[in-house]
Protein backbone atom coordinates (compact mmCIF):
# COMPACT_ATOMS: atom_id res chain seq x y z
CA UNK A 1 0.00 0.00 0.00
CA UNK A 2 3.32 2.42 0.75
CA UNK A 3 3.34 2.78 -3.17
CA UNK A 4 -0.10 3.78 -3.53
CA UNK A 5 -0.15 6.56 -0.79
CA UNK A 6 3.00 7.55 -2.41
CA UNK A 7 1.15 7.90 -6.30
CA UNK A 8 -1.52 9.60 -4.23
CA UNK A 9 0.83 11.85 -2.50
CA UNK A 10 1.89 13.00 -5.81
CA UNK A 11 -1.33 13.52 -7.50
CA UNK A 12 -1.97 15.82 -4.23
CA UNK A 13 0.94 17.46 -5.22
CA UNK A 14 0.32 17.95 -8.79
CA UNK A 15 -3.61 19.57 -8.02
CA UNK A 16 -1.76 22.09 -5.39
CA UNK A 17 0.33 23.05 -8.58
CA UNK A 18 -2.93 23.36 -10.70
CA UNK A 19 -4.29 25.06 -8.01
CA UNK A 20 -1.39 27.72 -7.44
CA UNK A 21 -1.01 28.16 -11.14
CA UNK A 22 -5.02 28.29 -11.58
CA UNK A 23 -4.72 31.68 -9.02
CA UNK A 24 -2.03 33.11 -10.44
CA UNK A 25 -3.88 32.83 -13.50
CA UNK A 26 -7.44 34.35 -12.04
CA UNK A 27 -5.25 36.20 -9.77
CA UNK A 28 -5.71 39.00 -13.36
CA UNK A 29 -9.28 38.91 -13.16
CA UNK A 30 -11.88 39.73 -15.83
CA UNK A 31 -11.61 43.27 -16.40
CA UNK A 32 -15.52 44.99 -15.90
CA UNK A 33 -16.14 48.06 -17.94
CA UNK A 34 -19.24 49.08 -16.18
CA UNK A 35 -22.32 48.03 -14.41
CA UNK A 36 -25.53 49.39 -12.73
CA UNK A 37 -26.91 48.33 -9.70
CA UNK A 38 -30.48 46.71 -9.70
CA UNK A 39 -32.20 46.13 -6.19
CA UNK A 40 -31.19 45.52 -2.99
CA UNK A 41 -31.65 41.77 -1.22
CA UNK A 42 -31.29 40.30 2.02
CA UNK A 43 -27.52 39.22 1.14
CA UNK A 44 -26.94 43.05 0.03
CA UNK A 45 -27.48 44.43 -3.64
CA UNK A 46 -27.66 43.08 -7.28
CA UNK A 47 -25.29 44.00 -10.27
CA UNK A 48 -25.50 44.18 -13.94
CA UNK A 49 -21.80 44.12 -14.64
CA UNK A 50 -20.56 44.18 -18.47
CA UNK A 51 -16.95 42.57 -18.93
CA UNK A 52 -14.23 43.22 -21.48
CA UNK A 53 -14.69 39.95 -23.42
CA UNK A 54 -17.02 37.33 -23.02
CA UNK A 55 -16.14 34.45 -19.88
CA UNK A 56 -17.75 31.03 -19.03
CA UNK A 57 -19.19 32.00 -15.52
CA UNK A 58 -21.49 29.46 -13.86
CA UNK A 59 -24.22 30.06 -11.81
CA UNK A 60 -23.59 30.07 -8.35
CA UNK A 61 -19.97 30.31 -8.63
CA UNK A 62 -18.40 32.13 -5.51
CA UNK A 63 -16.72 36.13 -6.79
CA UNK A 64 -14.78 39.04 -5.87
CA UNK A 65 -15.13 42.32 -7.41
CA UNK A 66 -12.91 45.01 -6.85
CA UNK A 67 -13.70 48.67 -7.34
CA UNK A 68 -12.75 52.01 -6.33
CA UNK A 69 -11.11 50.28 -3.78
CA UNK A 70 -13.00 48.33 -2.36
CA UNK A 71 -13.41 44.68 -2.17
CA UNK A 72 -17.29 43.16 -2.49
CA UNK A 73 -18.17 39.27 -2.21
CA UNK A 74 -20.43 37.49 -3.94
CA UNK A 75 -21.95 35.04 -6.28
CA UNK A 76 -23.28 34.82 -9.83
CA UNK A 77 -27.01 34.57 -10.63
CA UNK A 78 -26.45 34.51 -14.40
CA UNK A 79 -23.68 35.31 -17.13
CA UNK A 80 -24.43 35.10 -21.14
CA UNK A 81 -21.64 37.05 -23.42
CA UNK A 82 -20.44 40.15 -21.52
CA UNK A 83 -23.18 40.11 -19.62
CA UNK A 84 -22.98 38.71 -15.92
CA UNK A 85 -25.74 39.74 -13.12
CA UNK A 86 -24.05 38.91 -9.86
CA UNK A 87 -25.21 39.45 -5.82
CA UNK A 88 -22.81 41.25 -4.13
CA UNK A 89 -22.20 41.89 -0.33
CA UNK A 90 -21.81 45.23 -0.25
CA UNK A 91 -23.50 48.29 -2.09
CA UNK A 92 -20.99 50.16 -4.99
CA UNK A 93 -23.68 53.19 -5.77
CA UNK A 94 -26.28 52.72 -8.10
CA UNK A 95 -23.94 53.03 -11.34
CA UNK A 96 -19.90 52.00 -10.93
CA UNK A 97 -17.38 52.35 -13.35
CA UNK A 98 -13.99 49.95 -14.16
CA UNK A 99 -13.25 47.22 -12.10
CA UNK A 100 -12.01 43.68 -12.36
CA UNK A 101 -14.06 40.43 -11.37
CA UNK A 102 -12.44 37.19 -9.52
CA UNK A 103 -13.51 34.16 -9.58
CA UNK A 104 -12.58 30.54 -7.99
CA UNK A 105 -12.22 27.73 -10.61
CA UNK A 106 -10.38 25.41 -7.97
CA UNK A 107 -13.03 24.57 -5.71
CA UNK A 108 -13.12 21.42 -7.60
CA UNK A 109 -9.76 20.46 -6.97
CA UNK A 110 -9.73 21.11 -3.46
CA UNK A 111 -12.95 18.75 -2.90
CA UNK A 112 -10.80 16.45 -5.06
CA UNK A 113 -7.55 17.22 -2.76
CA UNK A 114 -9.94 16.34 0.36
CA UNK A 115 -11.49 13.12 -1.27
CA UNK A 116 -7.62 11.76 -2.04
CA UNK A 117 -7.22 12.67 2.00
CA UNK A 118 -9.58 10.50 3.27
CA UNK A 119 -8.55 7.72 0.65
CA UNK A 120 -5.78 7.26 2.06
CA UNK A 121 -7.06 6.75 5.64
CA UNK A 122 -9.49 3.83 4.14
CA UNK A 123 -7.51 0.84 3.40
CA UNK A 124 -10.53 -1.04 1.36
CA UNK A 125 -9.97 2.66 -1.52
CA UNK A 126 -6.73 2.02 -1.51
CA UNK A 127 -7.00 -1.43 -2.49
CA UNK A 128 -9.24 -0.13 -5.20
CA UNK A 129 -7.09 2.48 -6.57
CA UNK A 130 -4.49 -0.18 -6.45
CA UNK A 131 -5.77 -2.71 -8.87
CA UNK A 132 -6.87 0.30 -10.76
CA UNK A 133 -3.56 1.64 -11.10
CA UNK A 134 -1.36 -1.28 -11.26
CA UNK A 135 -3.19 -3.72 -12.64
CA UNK A 136 -2.05 -7.72 -13.49
CA UNK A 137 0.27 -7.70 -16.38
CA UNK A 138 -1.95 -11.35 -17.21
CA UNK A 139 -4.24 -10.64 -19.83
CA UNK A 140 -7.30 -12.69 -20.17
CA UNK A 141 -8.76 -11.46 -23.62
CA UNK A 142 -9.34 -14.18 -26.17
CA UNK A 143 -5.77 -14.30 -28.13
CA UNK A 144 -5.54 -13.93 -31.88
CA UNK A 145 -9.29 -13.29 -32.15
CA UNK A 146 -9.26 -9.57 -32.71
CA UNK A 147 -10.38 -8.92 -36.60
CA UNK A 148 -9.14 -4.91 -36.41
CA UNK A 149 -8.03 -2.31 -33.58
CA UNK A 150 -11.17 -1.62 -32.84
CA UNK A 151 -12.43 -5.34 -32.29
CA UNK A 152 -9.50 -5.89 -30.45
CA UNK A 153 -9.66 -2.50 -27.87
CA UNK A 154 -13.84 -3.88 -27.14
CA UNK A 155 -11.88 -7.53 -26.37
CA UNK A 156 -9.41 -5.74 -24.24
CA UNK A 157 -11.88 -4.47 -22.07
CA UNK A 158 -14.51 -7.01 -22.15
CA UNK A 159 -12.29 -9.25 -20.68
CA UNK A 160 -9.31 -7.46 -18.80
CA UNK A 161 -9.77 -5.14 -15.44
CA UNK A 162 -8.04 -2.03 -16.79
CA UNK A 163 -7.21 -1.74 -20.94
CA UNK A 164 -5.25 1.70 -22.31
CA UNK A 165 -5.46 2.99 -25.70
CA UNK A 166 -2.35 5.14 -26.31
CA UNK A 167 -1.54 6.77 -29.88
CA UNK A 168 -0.50 9.76 -31.30
CA UNK A 169 -3.12 12.81 -32.49
CA UNK A 170 -5.21 11.36 -35.35
CA UNK A 171 -4.61 8.10 -34.84
CA UNK A 172 -8.73 6.74 -34.12
CA UNK A 173 -8.22 6.67 -29.72
CA UNK A 174 -11.51 8.46 -29.52
CA UNK A 175 -13.04 6.41 -32.45
CA UNK A 176 -11.76 3.32 -30.88
CA UNK A 177 -13.05 4.23 -27.41
CA UNK A 178 -16.48 5.34 -28.14
CA UNK A 179 -17.05 2.00 -30.00
CA UNK A 180 -15.37 -0.04 -27.08
CA UNK A 181 -18.13 2.35 -24.65
CA UNK A 182 -21.27 1.04 -26.93
CA UNK A 183 -20.09 -2.62 -27.02
CA UNK A 184 -20.29 -2.66 -23.29
CA UNK A 185 -23.49 -0.37 -23.37
CA UNK A 186 -25.55 -2.61 -25.96
CA UNK A 187 -24.74 -5.28 -23.32
CA UNK A 188 -26.07 -3.67 -20.56
CA UNK A 189 -23.13 -2.20 -18.98
CA UNK A 190 -23.21 1.20 -17.09
CA UNK A 191 -20.79 3.44 -18.37
CA UNK A 192 -18.46 6.59 -16.79
CA UNK A 193 -17.04 8.61 -19.58
CA UNK A 194 -14.34 10.75 -17.87
CA UNK A 195 -12.30 13.55 -19.37
CA UNK A 196 -9.56 16.58 -18.22
CA UNK A 197 -11.99 18.59 -21.06
CA UNK A 198 -14.96 19.36 -22.13
CA UNK A 199 -14.50 19.06 -25.76
CA UNK A 200 -13.23 15.76 -25.54
CA UNK A 201 -16.00 14.52 -23.95
CA UNK A 202 -18.76 16.27 -26.07
CA UNK A 203 -16.56 14.42 -29.34
CA UNK A 204 -16.55 11.27 -27.52
CA UNK A 205 -20.28 11.40 -26.30
CA UNK A 206 -21.06 12.15 -30.19
CA UNK A 207 -19.17 9.45 -31.67
CA UNK A 208 -20.88 7.11 -29.37
CA UNK A 209 -24.60 8.17 -30.09
CA UNK A 210 -23.68 8.13 -34.12
CA UNK A 211 -22.72 5.07 -34.17
CA UNK A 212 -25.18 3.60 -31.74
CA UNK A 213 -27.78 5.61 -34.15
CA UNK A 214 -26.24 3.84 -37.09
CA UNK A 215 -26.82 0.22 -35.81
CA UNK A 216 -30.38 1.51 -34.44
CA UNK A 217 -29.18 0.46 -30.81
CA UNK A 218 -29.86 4.17 -29.79
CA UNK A 219 -32.59 5.12 -26.90
CA UNK A 220 -32.94 8.38 -26.45
CA UNK A 221 -32.37 9.39 -22.78
CA UNK A 222 -29.81 6.25 -21.96
CA UNK A 223 -26.62 8.25 -22.83
CA UNK A 224 -26.39 11.33 -21.16
CA UNK A 225 -23.83 14.19 -21.40
CA UNK A 226 -23.54 15.70 -17.89
CA UNK A 227 -21.49 19.15 -17.21
CA UNK A 228 -21.08 22.05 -19.28
CA UNK A 229 -20.87 21.31 -23.36
CA UNK A 230 -18.27 23.11 -25.60
CA UNK A 231 -19.36 21.94 -28.93
CA UNK A 232 -22.77 23.51 -30.18
CA UNK A 233 -23.07 19.99 -31.94
CA UNK A 234 -24.14 18.73 -28.78
CA UNK A 235 -26.76 20.91 -28.11
CA UNK A 236 -28.62 20.19 -31.18
CA UNK A 237 -29.22 16.92 -29.46
CA UNK A 238 -31.87 17.64 -26.23
CA UNK A 239 -31.85 13.88 -25.59
CA UNK A 240 -27.79 14.16 -24.85
CA UNK A 241 -28.66 16.67 -22.52
CA UNK A 242 -29.00 16.14 -18.61
CA UNK A 243 -29.86 19.68 -17.89
CA UNK A 244 -32.68 19.56 -21.03
CA UNK A 245 -33.77 15.75 -19.58
CA UNK A 246 -34.32 17.11 -16.19
CA UNK A 247 -36.93 20.03 -17.12
CA UNK A 248 -38.93 17.14 -19.18
CA UNK A 249 -38.99 14.97 -16.24
CA UNK A 250 -40.11 18.07 -14.01
CA UNK A 251 -42.16 19.66 -16.45
CA UNK A 252 -44.01 22.24 -14.57
CA UNK A 253 -40.23 23.52 -13.15
CA UNK A 254 -38.72 23.63 -16.65
CA UNK A 255 -42.04 25.71 -18.18
CA UNK A 256 -41.31 28.35 -15.40
CA UNK A 257 -37.60 28.13 -16.07
CA UNK A 258 -38.83 28.83 -20.00
CA UNK A 259 -40.86 31.28 -18.71
CA UNK A 260 -38.47 33.25 -16.83
CA UNK A 261 -35.92 33.33 -19.73
CA UNK A 262 -38.66 34.90 -21.81
CA UNK A 263 -39.11 37.71 -19.59
CA UNK A 264 -35.34 37.96 -18.69
CA UNK A 265 -34.56 38.74 -22.36
CA UNK A 266 -37.37 41.38 -22.24
CA UNK A 267 -36.53 43.25 -19.59
CA UNK A 268 -32.64 43.05 -20.59
CA UNK A 269 -33.97 44.68 -23.68
CA UNK A 270 -35.79 47.26 -22.20
CA UNK A 271 -32.86 48.15 -19.72
CA UNK A 272 -29.98 48.68 -21.85
CA UNK A 273 -32.36 51.03 -24.12
CA UNK A 274 -33.90 53.30 -20.84
CA UNK A 275 -32.94 52.28 -17.39
CA UNK A 276 -36.43 52.53 -15.05
CA UNK A 277 -36.01 51.25 -11.18
CA UNK A 278 -39.68 49.19 -11.94
CA UNK A 279 -37.78 47.07 -14.85
CA UNK A 280 -34.20 46.65 -12.51
CA UNK A 281 -36.22 45.43 -9.88
CA UNK A 282 -38.30 42.60 -12.07
CA UNK A 283 -35.59 41.46 -13.81
CA UNK A 284 -33.64 41.29 -9.76
CA UNK A 285 -36.74 38.81 -9.18
CA UNK A 286 -36.30 37.03 -12.17
CA UNK A 287 -32.85 36.42 -11.93
CA UNK A 288 -33.24 35.05 -8.29
CA UNK A 289 -36.22 32.69 -9.41
CA UNK A 290 -34.62 31.56 -12.00
CA UNK A 291 -31.52 30.71 -9.47
CA UNK A 292 -33.83 28.61 -7.52
CA UNK A 293 -35.21 26.67 -10.62
CA UNK A 294 -31.88 25.90 -12.05
CA UNK A 295 -30.79 24.40 -8.13
CA UNK A 296 -34.34 22.48 -8.34
CA UNK A 297 -32.78 20.93 -11.85
CA UNK A 298 -29.67 20.62 -11.23
CA UNK A 299 -30.86 18.26 -8.45
CA UNK A 300 -33.16 16.68 -10.41
CA UNK A 301 -30.29 15.99 -12.61
CA UNK A 302 -28.24 13.70 -10.00
CA UNK A 303 -31.32 11.11 -10.29
CA UNK A 304 -31.39 10.48 -13.53
Known sequence: MDSTRRMIQQWRTALIAEIQKLKEYEGRGIFVLKGQHLAFTEGGAVYWLVMAYPAKL???????????????????????????????????????????????????????????????????????????????????????????????????????????????????????????????????????????????????????????????????????????PEKEEVHTHPELSAAKLAELDDSITGERKRKFEKKRFTLKKRLSQSFTAKDSANLTKIEVGLAKVREKLRKRKVFL
Not at 116 to 129: F, V
Open 58 to 228: FPGGAVIFEYNGKKAEGNILSCEGTDVIAELDIDLGDEIGKGVLHNEPWDLLNKLIERLEEIEEDPLKLKTIQNVMTPSEITYHPKGKAQSTVHEAVLRSKYNPVTYIWGPPGTGKTYNLARAAAYQYVNGKKILLLSHSNAAIDVLTLEMCEFLQEKDKWTGGEVIRYGH
